[in-house]
């Protein structure tokens, strides 16, 4: 599973999702830093286990373009193509 996700899967989201979704723009960077195997199944069978409904994870903004690109990836594998999520430079919290 491990090959799969880091040469097929990664590189997918880098071309054809960034290019053809509204989430891509948060994936052009992304890359796989799982490990090993072991850890990425036991990284699906907990997200796998979580109650997920198609609304949950649908607004939001960071600071970080990384956790972006987290909430990216797992809004697209949860079917949500379209949400409300958005990097927040970090002078914009203070503005008034």
Known sequence: MLRVVRDEFFPFLRTEIQQHCALGKFLKAANCLIPSGNLLVRA??????????????????DFDSTMLRIAAMNLLLHGIEHPAISLMPIPSMFAQ
């Open 44 to 61: 699906v069978n907990a997200i796998d286990g979580l109650p997920l409904t198609q609304g949950d994870f649908a607004h939001g903004f």
